[in-house]
Nanobody, 115 residues
Framework: QVQLVESGGGLVQFGGSLRLSCAAS????????MNWYRQAPGKQRGLVAT???????NYADSVKGRFTIARDNTKNTVYLQMNSLKPEDTAVYYC?????????WGQGTQVTVSS
């Protein structure tokens, strides 16, 4: 049974930092593209950052220069370092693993940025 478990969310002040982690019980974790999505109240879930199996990264325009996605294939874990946080970053953040028709999600972790 595949499990993705996010951690690291919480309440932070404007301009602060958080690091999210996602531990995945995936066979051959390194072969998956890993993504972070977020969903704010009343809004659709949107892609925040991607790191491919080959290590290439991509970011939503709204987080470029502030967020960094990384992976540690020895620990089956993907990270999202979030700096210079803004109130508009407040959302539930979800980890996603994708390979072919395989598409797996975590339960989400709440990030709240106070002004």
């Amino acid at each position: 049974q595949v499990q993705l478990v996010e951690s690291g969310g919480g309440l932070v002040q404007f301009g602060g930092s958080l690091r999210l982690s996602c531990a995945a019980s995936l066979s051959i974790f390194s072969s998956y593209d890993m993504n972070w999505y977020r969903q704010a109240p009343g809004k659709q879930r949107g892609l925040v950052a991607t790191i491919t199996s080959g290590g290439s990264t991509n970011y939503a325009d709204s987080v470029k220069g502030r967020f960094t996605i990384a992976r540690d294939n020895t620990k089956n874990t993907v990270y999202l370092q979030m700096n210079s946080l803004k109130p508009e970053d407040t959302a539930v953040y979800y980890c996603n693993a994708r390979r072919g028709r395989g598409d797996f999600w975590g339960q989400g972790t709440q990030v709240t940025v106070s002004s």
